[in-house]
């Protein structure tokens, strides 16, 4: 396991007291329509999932399964990508609310400080595996072979200007960034701002690929804030086409659109490898080997929230994160494999599930 990994794996229990600072929601929650508490037909309150489209799939199948396989109803699972899960999550506490949130990427310190200020000051975090970013494009397009530099130069709204400042992006062309690549335009299709697959794949690809180049290096030493803005900040002259929290959408719209070249999850990828294939970045091919081992440059962890306020409210809420962490579900054999997941190693698979056997006591003792 590589040290960006472990680092990113070091800490999965997040309590979030009142101290973490308040925050006034009265214009969030002004006009809010509250939906009917979700309940099954025996009238069983069920568990609402909110958050990524990328651990979506994972978190219906195995809701799918906890709802067939227990005396509990099917729990409800809306995409809504990671920040908008978030932000719905931190609303309220209650039966009527989103028991977890998943998420593509960590919670930030102001959406803790969001749930904070609801109430909401006790939320367990667990890591359910591995994911990729890929670079896609159709099947029947040419392969691509792209550096990190070179997709920061092809979707950054500023680049240098060579004179010691910065300019729009002015590359029409994939030839004008190297004649290694296509003469074809740059049209990259791609989540909103929103998503954790969005925000992820900036600070994996766009960051190191700027400082390939010295301006950006020494935008990054002098200002790390204008720095950041730099490299997070992607052009919205067209070349960038936001295509909502819908993965399915962009390999759709690939499958139309050859030339385009779509970001998108690996588990995507996995499942419609048919119609669609992967570019190498920085000479690494998106293998299920290379994600494990955070050799690819754009691999990433998957979590889910749970808020522990909600473990009495919800009737089965432990017993279906004990499900999803067991090792019939994302362990080396398990049934989310085939869905894409890249598994944990042994020993952090294991932390997880004490994890989730301490929220079932706790949820007990309430």
Known sequence: MTARFGSILAAFVLVCAAACGRTDLSELETGEVIPPPPVSADGTQKIRIVGSSTVAPFATTVAERFGATTRYPTPIVETTGTGGGFKTFCQKIGPDRPSISDASRM?????????????????????????????????????LDLTKEQVFLALAAHVPDGKGGFQPNPYKNWSEISPTLPDEPIMVLGPPPTSGTRDAFTELGMEPGALALPELVALKQADPDAFKLRTHTIRTDGAWIDLGENDTAIIQSLIKTPTAVGVLGYSFLEQNGDRVKAAHLDGVPVTFEAIASGEYGLSRSMYIYVKDQNLPLVPGLAEFVKEFVSDRAMGPDGYLLEKGLIPLPDDLREAQQEIAEHLQAKGARK
């Open 107 to 143: 919670i930030t310190e102001s959406e803790q400080a969001l749930c904070a200020g609801n109430g909401i000051t006790e939320i367990t975090a667990l890591s359910v595996g591995y994911d990729g970013i890929v670079l896609a494009n159709a099947r029947q397009a040419p392969l």
